[in-house]
């Protein structure tokens, strides 16, 4: 599997990150490309969370399934993905000088067919990186501009 990673410091609160971060509902407001996350269910974030996914890769339209695998409020959530891409996203959250410091780790592996549509998997690679660097900062300015 490939693997693709960021931090970045939120001038808010841990749980009020953690909250916001952990929603499959939010998803679509702050990670580059993924157009909609839908059927979520049960609305509360948690363990066996599951809930339909829709992205754009480099034009490829792909869907699929994601499922809450782990929960540790105000901490770690992790979420698994399967259907046009398997993933594992893994959300970490540390309290840093009032403040709160997001990583995300991201591993993924593209399904046979889509990487015969990609002409350049190496480019894949690194629009992921730099999706998942913008993602973190998407999730800052929406934090630090809400009140």
Known sequence: MAKVGSSISINKPIEE????TASPFNGPAFIPNLMENTNINPEKPGVGQTFNWR??????DLTGNGVGTK???????EIKTTGGGES??????NEK???TKVTIEVEYKLPEGVLKKVTNPPVIDKLNQHSAEEMLKNLKVILEESS
Not at 17 to 20: A, E, H, I, R, S
Not at 55 to 60: Q, V
């Open 17 to 20: 990150v953690f909250d916001y």
């Open 55 to 60: 992205f754009n890769l480099a034009g490829l």
């Open 71 to 77: 929960y540790e409020r105000p901490h770690l959530a």
């Open 88 to 93: 594992i996203w893994t959300y970490k959250f």
């Open 97 to 99: 000088d009032g403040g």
